[in-house]
């Protein structure tokens, strides 16, 4: 089975002009189409997510009128802006929703489902999205608009901009893509209001992103990012965003979004694979954004120097929200709106030097997670996940059940290049159930093709094995499919095990169940409310990659071998040298040495 979101690498899409033309001159013909009599552009088939989206075919045609002057669509233009002052601004209380600050305020907002009462929780965010689609209607259409219907366009969104800041709670969801969002639109408001009015909203936006948003940023990896549905990162909605804070930098031009968005970038960068495959975030652990993250990917991948654009998108919403027939929707159109103005062209080499989180050469990725602990390896075109045992999760040598990989102390780092190797070594002091400290090298090479893992731990008790990996998707031309195999091979036995017992606790990368599926069957939340990574680390065991030790090693070591990316027979030899350990394989000699004045490891490494 083929993974459902994750799909192309988004900088494969075209963005000439001329290719964003063909996609506005498309959506102009499914309008025109579709326009009713009352004046709506909604798809027919629209429910959730409704009250933003016939203004967001609004800001498209707008748009294409500036760049065509086709004559069909000023009436077009004229007609929906009536239709959504009449028909999609609300002022009665929502029944049932349950983050209001002022009751019967009057203020305008904008509606999730327009049934009274059916769903209210998503009214914060609507109202968001109905105020960027607002703004650039106002901004675009500025001669199909008299001035009486300009202003009282501009008065609602000054009234939207009201019920989010005061008569409601600021970012309800602890969504940071939400609370940028809004932010974004008091910016892009500002533009447009006159004097005190215009500064008011500036310096009120300027001062919830601070307050509310910086100062409740989350550290993961390294960096403080805007915190997503109770995260730090999400997978879909982290590139999300990145493009608001792209365009709040775009439109405001403070310099602490875009410091803030090369943050976010940077460490976006280490953690996406070479492929473009990620995984992991508090709401979804793999539904991939599309045209919503290409500006944000495109403009700050430019100014950090990286190939961000490898991001795998779902390509299916490669240019537009779409429903299920194909057709066009409106929902976040004011982003294709901001791809298309903005003329930053996509960064296509991956950054030079060495990032903490990261090892990265030709084909061949490791991402890995806070404690340093790989949590996406990719070689030969596939992905192997952390695997499960004992409910411990990760990559590591295990003995008498218990995983050792979380550290006890500081994690040291030391990387490594040669003319054509990359390598980290990555040493780690874990205590096991035995309280006794041992010290956990781990060491990664790649040659851009295949990648050499290599562990070493002090002599451990009974019959360890190294935790390897749990292989879970490979790539298949553009698209990423499950798979319950990879090309590794350990200098040691190399065993692939699939759990004994079943149910939601045990995964089987054998079964048609992607890890988020699993996840949110274990997560304490409903899909799409709950945290699927809460909810995988409940699992007890997964397939997985188990790799018997190097035989003739050193008597005070254990030392493990794996390759990843091809099955040809693996050699490995380890030796000391006074106190170093040496590690020959037919391709490199490495030395791991004892740990300089300053405690960090020393490694030195020779092409064989």
Known sequence: MYLPHQRG????????????????????????????????????DCVDDIGDTSLGITSLLALAWERSRDPRLPEAVRRSVDFHLRERVYRDDNPGYPNLRVRDSGLPYARYTLAPGAHPIGDWPSTVWALLQLVNVTETATDLLDDAL???????????????????????????????????????LARQLHGPQGESVRARAMSLYEEEIRAHRVRDRGALLPPEHGGAYDNNYGPISLSFLAQAHRVSGEDVFARDGDALARYIDAR???????????????????????????????????????????????????????????????????????????????????????????????????????????????????????????????????????????????????????????????????????????LYVTDGTLLWTTVAVERLAGTPYLLAGLPYAEDDGDRVRRTARGDAVSAGTLRLTHPAAEGAEHFDARAELTQQQAAFALAADPRGY???????????????????????????????????????????????????????????????????????????????
Request: charged share 20%; with cysteine; proline share 6%.
């Open 9 to 44: 690498p988004l900088h494969d899409l075209a963005d000439t002009p001329q290719a964003y033309d063909a996609v506005l001159a498309d959506v102009t013909e499914q309008a025109l189409a579709r326009l009713t009599p009352h004046g709506s552009l909604e798809h027919p």
């Open 150 to 188: 300009r202003h009282e366009l501009l008065q609602v969104g000054h009234g939207y901009w009201r019920w989010l800041t005061e008569a409601t709670f600021f970012n309800p969801q602890e969504a940071g893509n939400q609370a940028l969002g809004c932010v974004v639109g008091g910016l892009m």
């Open 530 to 608: 709950g945290d699927p990574d809460e909810g995988w680390r409940h699992l007890v065991s997964s397939t997985a990659l188990e790799a018997g030790p190097v035989p003739d090693a050193p008597d005070d070591l254990h030392v493990f071998a794996v390759r990843y990316g091809s099955p040809d027979p693996l050699t490995v030899s380890v030796t000391r040298d006074g106190t170093d350990v040496v590690i020959r394989t037919a391709r490199f000699t490495a030395v791991l040495g004892d740990d300089d004045a300053h405690g960090e490891p020393e490694l030195t490494l020779r092409e064989t």
């Open 272 to 442: 996406l694979t070479n492929g473009g495959f990620d995984n992991g975030g508090p709401r979804y652990s793999e539904q991939h954004s599309g045209f919503e993250s290409v500006l944000g990917l495109r403009y700050f991948g430019h100014r950090i120097g990286s190939d961000l654009g490898r991001y795998r998108g779902d390509t299916r919403w490669g240019r537009h929200a779409v429903k299920a027939d194909g057709g066009v929707d409106g929902h976040f159109a004011w982003m294709l709106v901001w791809q298309i103005q903005d003329t930053t062209r996509w960064h296509r080499t991956p950054a030079g030097g060495p990032a903490r989180h990261q090892l990265r050469a030709g084909t061949v990725s490791v991402a890995f997670d806070d404690r340093m602990t790989p949590s996406v390896t990719e070689a030969g075109g596939t992905y192997y996940l952390p695997a499960a045992v004992s409910r411990q999760h990760g990559y590591g040598p295990v003995t008498d059940g218990f995983l050792l990989c979380r550290p006890m102390g500081e994690v040291r780092v030391r990387d490594l290049r040669t003319a054509t190797l990359t390598a980290k070594l990555v040493t780690k002091p874990v205590v096991g159930r035995d309280h006794v400290l041992r010290y956990v090298r781990s």
